[in-house]
């Protein structure tokens, strides 16, 4: 088992929004990190490409070896991490 | 008292520990019927149409496995055998 998946919600939640390197079976993933699942300590990360689309990759808890910050949003970033699959859309529902 | 001065540990944690899993469950609600590209053990790739997982997250659903080997109408990953999982929502 990583250490990654021995760690906390709290610690977690520090990597949150933060531009992260996760190594992961010998591989490396960057991106922006919207979320680590509590359940599975599988990391979320998100890209912002240049044509304005995005791609997101999911990193199996158990196979992180390594997390490492390389910075932190502005707050336009956070913004779009933030937003990013939140409910806001579904307002149209409840009528 | 003061709100939110002498809030237990316990509680903050489990706050925090909602807000990650449900923006988890969203990104995976996203994901579903969208192309997937899986990294697998042993430097396999595969892509396929993500259907749904299990609550622990233990495996994914998938259409269209997309193989070396040739194309699997549907299948089910074990997430053991999974590295990374890619997608553009």
Redesign the interface.
Known sequence: MSEWTKKGPLEWQEYTYKEVRVTACEKEFRGWVLTTDPVSANIVLVNFLDDGSLSVTGIMGQTVQSVETLGEGDWRTRERLTHLFSSGHCEGYSL | GVPGAAEPLES???Q??A???E??L??L???VGSQVSF?L?AGVQVTAHFGATD???ANFYVSQLQTPIGVQAEALLR??D????????
């Open positions: 903050r944690e489990q925090v520990r807000s990650l899993r923006r988890y969203r990104s609600l996203a994901m990294t053990h609550l622990d997250v997430c053991s999974i590295i990374a999982y890619t997608f553009r929502p």
